[in-house]
């Protein structure tokens, strides 16, 4: 067995770009995602290690001399943080020449050849579902007899071998959070919207939704929804509460756990006889959800233990979601968000300015909208055309941006890239910081908040952080506009 070290390089100064991250920036609060996208195949190799430097504050000077005594090195990627990953490889591959260099990640999935191309340093790239393809070189198997990489020969061509079948048994995937138990230090992990330390991996992959702008569904997972059984969702369940016993939340980060009504409802059920939902259990969870979800499924979730979902708006606007894709209504939307309050479940918001068909019209529609649903917090982001998604297809069809890779500023922050004739990028960036000051800069959502401190030392503590840091946000935000 080859000694794989498996890596997230580093990066910016609080760069949530993680193998986690479906969208890799330097948010408004500091948060992480969990490397689960490195932490399931080194779960798989024997004697692996994983680093994610960013999450750690991890420079090259502190990772160095951990190439001196690997085999193999795994890289993971994306569209933002590809030309740093490259210097990464470059200093690795000067460090030891004789280490073999793989990367991985939406980016070299569906750029193979480009990614190849742009330094003679990596070795091969990995596609689709690659676990048991690094397992496979992780064993020594040839790179020529190698499922699933596109590879450079030893006259330097490019070699893409057949594609790697995609993974029908998830259950016979190993758990992820003993390799974060392991590796990772977990209160270096934070969500704005998760209570903290939190725990998050996936129970299935694939998202049956079509949105233009979502990266994995178009580049790694797909769009047909294959998961673990609820039992062994229940085990790794059990091994987090007694092995890393400090977690407070577990973040089931499936695209769209809710999709399936009966299995979520078997898992919220299964998790109540764990304890989850009952006086004084002193652990929560919380998943990713469309605004479709009917009242009796939420009921059940919120009975057995679910405090939050992550759910992704996107737009107050109809014809924008059609233009999206996104299989939403937006009286549905409405009626679920009530439900929820109603409920007592929490909701973290997430909508997204520029998309195709945005006007300044729509843009204060969206605006009005969140505020009239008010989650209890949300995240702004603008319409990043991915490579691999229908998006990026579209805009650069339609001259709406030039199709390069720039998505983010030198300070790893997120920058406006679509421009329509109608509306250009510099007016869509300026209205995500009024979206956020209007949404939070009210009477009641300011009580909201301040009520929220008064009642938890913990919170107070971590609020005022928050605070501190999305101030700072908004002055990057003004020094690059």
């Known amino acids: 067995m080859k000694r794989t070290l498996f890596l997230q390089g580093p990066s910016f100064d609080g760069y949530d770009g993680g193998a986690g991250a479906r969208y890799q920036m330097k948010r408004e609060v500091k948060s992480f995602w969990y490397p689960t996208w490195l932490a399931q195949p ?15 504050d991890l420079g090259w000077d502190d990772i160095a001399a951990e190439f001196d005594q690997r085999d193999l090195v795994i890289l993971h990627t994306s569209t933002p943080s590809f030309r740093q990953d490259v210097q990464t490889a470059e200093l690795i591959r000067a460090r030891n020449p004789a280490i073999m260099i793989g990367m991985v990640g939406a980016k070299v999935a569906v750029e193979p050849e480009q990614s190849l191309q742009a330094s003679a340093a990596v070795d091969f790239v990995a596609r689709e579902d690659y676990e048991y393809t690094l397992l496979e070189i992780a064993q020594g198997k040839p790179l020529a007899e190698v499922d699933g990489i596109t590879w450079r020969a030893g006259d330097g061509s490019l070699v893409r071998n057949k594609d790697r079948a995609t993974i029908e048994d998830m259950d016979a995937l190993p758990m992820v959070s003993p390799v974060y138990k392991r590796d990772l230090k977990i209160e270096n992990y934070f969500g704005g919207y998760l209570r903290h330390p939190y725990v998050s991996f996936y129970t299935g992959r694939g998202c049956k939704s079509r949105c233009t702008f979502c990266l994995w569904p178009q580049t790694i997972s797909g769009h047909r929804y294959r998961f673990r059984s609820v039992a062994k969702v229940v085990e790794e369940v059990r091994y987090i509460l007694k092995e890393i016993p400090q977690t407070k939340e577990i973040f089931f980060d499936d695209d769209t756990l809710t999709d399936n009504h009966d299995r979520v409802m078997e898992l919220a059920q299964a998790l109540g006889e764990l304890g989850f939902g009952k006086a004084g259990f002193p652990v929560s969870w919380s998943c990713n959800a469309k605004a479709n979800v009917p009242r009796n499924v939420l009921e059940v979730l919120k009975a057995h233990g679910l405090r939050l979902l992550l759910v992704g708006y996107e737009s107050g606007n109809q014809q924008i979601l059609h233009n999206i894709k996104k299989g939403l209504r937006v009286d549905v939307a409405r009626q679920f968000t009530k439900d929820c309050h109603e409920l007592g479940i929490v909701i973290h918001g997430t909508f997204i300015l520029g998309l195709p068909g945005e006007t300044l019209d729509t843009i204060e529609e969206t605006m009005r909208y969140a505020i009239d649903i008010n989650p209890h917090t949300i995240q702004v982001s603008l319409a990043a055309p991915y490579p691999g998604t229908f998006l990026f297809k579209q805009a650069t069809e339609n001259g709406w941006f030039d199709g390069g890779d720039h998505l983010l500023d030198d300070g790893g922050n997120q920058i406006a890239q679509l421009s329509y004739p109608h509306l250009h990028s510099s007016v869509i960036f ?4 009024e979206f956020y000051k209007r949404f939070y800069f009210r009477p009641r959502k300011i009580g909201a908040i301040v009520g929220e401190m008064l009642r938890d030392w913990d919170m107070l ?12 946000f908004l002055r990057r935000r003004k020094e690059a506009a």
């Open 430 to 433: 300026d209205k995500v910081e």
């Open 42 to 56: 080194a779960a798989m190799i024997e004697g692996s290690k994983l680093i994610d430097a960013p999450a750690h």
């Open 461 to 472: 503590k971590r609020r005022l952080r928050e605070g501190v840091e999305f101030f700072d």
